[in-house]
């Protein structure tokens, strides 16, 4: 059972267009981490939100905590080539139980 | 540089040798994760470690796989026998403590090939 179901699995769009990736589940999150994985690399991480209705933006990366805290948005506009990667989201539970991720969104963006 | 290390990078081993894979958290990090991921998957959490005590290892298979931060020196998650689906990446994360949000600072893997 994967705790978090992140979609579409695969996107591929053009250069300029804009897109949205979700992470959801049935469980309430203390919070919530966005990552970025390139090929051969480890996850970097982009954002946490902690507070339901969040909303933060990191350039052209807008992330955004659901109001019951069991789902989160990355919306990136104007996206470009070098936003191609791994987008994984990951909640924590409760204290410092680990981290649990989702199996990703695969992102290309073609020139 | 002062993040998480690890090493080695790659590593190639016949069926029923050992693998060790070794991480050395960001300086003033005391919170060491090691978790796996296949191709095409997500990152499947193994073992939470603090110096010297395993706090969480319900993601770790109970034969075969140890892990261990002792009071001086680098993580180590050692694999014993392994078998060919044992290949994939591993990872260590780092994180400073209770303080924290559950952020986690990554290092860049350990590739493991079971020929």
């Known amino acids: 059972t994967q705790l978090l179901e992140q979609s579409p699995q695969f996107l591929s769009i053009q250069e300029g267009e804009n897109l949205t990736v979700y992470c959801n589940s049935s469980?309430?999150?203390?919070?919530l981490q966005w990552y970025r994985q390139e090929p051969g690399e480890g996850p970097v991480l982009l954002v946490t939100v902690v507070t339901g209705g969040e909303v933060k933006k990191l350039k052209r990366l807008t992330f955004q905590f659901g109001d019951a805290r069991k789902d989160s948005s990355l919306h990136i506009t104007a996206a470009q080539p070098g936003d191609t990667g791994l987008y994984l989201c990951a909640g924590g539970l409760r204290g410092n139980t680990p981290l649990v991720f989702g199996k990703g969104t695969r992102l290309s963006v073609i020139a | 540089n002062a993040g998480v290390m690890q090493n080695p990078r790659h590593l190639v081993r016949r069926r029923g040798q050992e693998a060790r894979l070794r991480c050395s958290p960001m300086?003033?990090?005391?919170?060491v994760y090691w978790y796996r991921q296949l191709p095409e998957e997500g990152l499947k959490f193994m073992v939470y470690l603090q110096k010297e005590n395993i706090i969480d290892e319900s993601g770790m298979p109970k034969e075969r796989f140890s892990a261990e931060f002792p009071k001086e020196g680098p993580s180590i998650l050692r694999i014993q026998q392994v078998v060919r689906g044992d290949s994939a990446a591993y990872f260590c994360?780092?994180?400073?403590?209770?303080?924290?949000?559950?952020?986690?600072?990554f290092g860049e893997g350990s590739r493991l090939t079971v020929l």
């Open positions: 994360a780092s994180s400073p403590g209770r303080e924290n949000t559950g952020e986690l600072f």
């Open positions: 469980s309430v999150f203390s919070s």
């Open positions: 300086k003033g990090h005391s919170h």
